[in-house]
């Protein structure tokens, strides 16, 4: 099977150029967005040799795992509003998981309902261990012009070793990487139309939430050489993580490592 996108999304316009191997989707993206193309776009490869995380951090691209990178339009969105379309690549993620595979079983329980969730800010779990990561980019190009890209790892066949990480494939999905990107260029094309390009983050603010993982549970924050240690009590209205410490006080984190339970309390 070849990588091709959902009707929707080719209904609204999207295209797609697939590669055999690249060394990272999102900086080709970005290649594309400096050569004038202003998307959206989608970029993917059947061999990603560079891949890579936040703050730099290298991401294994395994072979049948998904990589893929979408050059986003944000003409007309202000500044404030660009960062929020990782909340909208994460819900859309995560739906096209689930119209993909249906009801994906909890690997570490072996219970089934409503066990992919969103770490804050760009992860996606699955039984507590990750199973994607997302990562935004953006620059401002000559005339002032910005570019928008957001990349998805999805562990869709394996999963590296010696990390707390799962696949689709422990699971028992033999869709394919393939299968999955039609879905999710399908859902990234509805979940955009509903942000509004920054009107309507409110009600996606609403629908993250309700798949967060760790809300309402103790949780440390790796952020800005400083640990914050609290209760994870919500997302504010510009997406940033609000801890409740232990003092009363409340704190918002624009960036930082989360973790949970256990390694909240070791971090």
């Known amino acids: 099977m070849s990588y091709r996108l959902g009707p929707a999304a080719r209904a609204a316009g999207h295209r797609l150029h697939v590669h055999d191997s690249l060394?990272?989707?999102?900086?080709?993206?970005?290649?594309?967005a400096r050569a004038g193309e202003t998307g959206p776009l989608w970029v993917v490869t059947h061999r990603q040799e560079a891949g890579r995380g936040r703050r730099g951090n290298s991401w294994a691209s395994l072979p049948g795992n998904l990589a893929a990178s979408v050059l986003w339009p944000v003409a007309g969105v202000a500044p404030e509003h660009l960062a929020e379309l990782g909340f909208v690549a994460g819900l859309a993620l995560v739906e096209a998981l689930e119209a993909a595979c249906g009801t994906l079983p909890d690997t570490a329980s072996g219970s089934?309902?409503?066990?992919?969730?969103?770490?804050?800010?760009?992860?996606?779990?699955?039984?507590?261990?990750?199973?994607?990561?997302?990562?935004?980019?953006?620059?401002?190009?000559p005339g002032g012009r910005r570019a928008v890209v957001v990349g998805?790892?999805?562990?869709?066949?394996?999963?590296?070793?010696?990390?707390?990480?799962?696949?689709?494939?422990?699971?028992?999905?033999a869709g394919g990487a393939e299968a999955l990107l039609?879905?999710?260029?399908?859902?990234?094309?509805?979940?955009?139309?509903?942000?509004?390009?920054?009107?309507?983050?409110?009600?996606?603010?609403?629908?993250?939430?309700?798949?967060?993982a760790g809300l309402g549970s103790e949780i440390a924050v790796h952020s800005g050489g400083h640990i914050l240690r609290g209760v994870f009590e919500t997302?504010?209205?510009?997406?940033?993580?609000?801890?409740?410490?232990?003092?009363?006080?409340?704190?918002?984190?624009?960036?930082?490592e989360v973790h949970f339970g256990s390694a909240a309390t070791a971090a």
């Open 112 to 141: 089934g309902t409503r066990s992919v969730k969103l770490k804050w800010p760009n992860d996606v779990l699955l039984g507590g261990a990750k199973l994607a990561g997302l990562l935004l980019e953006a620059e401002t190009l």
């Open 182 to 212: 039609e879905h999710l260029s399908d859902r990234m094309a509805a979940r955009a139309r509903l942000w509004d390009r920054g009107q309507n983050f409110a009600a996606l603010r609403a629908d993250w939430l309700a798949r967060a």
């Open 23 to 32: 060394g990272s989707t999102n900086t080709e993206a970005m290649a594309q």
């Open 235 to 256: 997302i504010d209205e510009g997406g940033r993580l609000v801890i409740l410490a232990p003092d009363g006080n409340r704190h918002t984190v624009t960036a930082g």
């Open 152 to 173: 998805f790892g999805v562990n869709v066949a394996a999963a590296p070793e010696g990390l707390p990480a799962t696949s689709l494939a422990a699971t028992g999905y």
